[in-house]
């Protein structure tokens, strides 16, 4: 089987993965009620002056440290961990 494929999917094994922000939408509130804003392309870090007005559908993790090893390899190096 190749990796990646349906049998041998790809795994990230990171040791870090903070949490970095959000997806969502941003509110308002006028003259007509509560309003939809904007809908952001990218992801609002955490810190953003926008933060208090968006709704979040998504938190997002920053992989600042990991490997890519397909599930055949992981289970190996699992199995090896636990000997």
């Not at 089987?1 to 790809?10: E, F, H, R, T």
Request: with cysteine; hydrophobic share 40%; glycine share 10%.
């Amino acid at each position: 089987m190749d990796p990646g494929s349906a049998d041998n999917p790809i795994v990230f094994l990171a040791r870090s993965a903070p949490l970095y922000g959000i997806i969502g939408t941003i509110y308002g509130y006028g003259d007509h009620g509560v309003h939809v804003v904007a809908q952001p392309d990218a992801p609002l870090p955490y810190g953003h002056p926008n933060l208090s007005t968006c709704l979040a559908s998504q938190l997002i993790r920053r992989l600042s440290s990991f490997r890519v090893l397909d599930m055949k390899e992981l289970q190996r190096q699992l199995g090896a961990a636990a000997a």
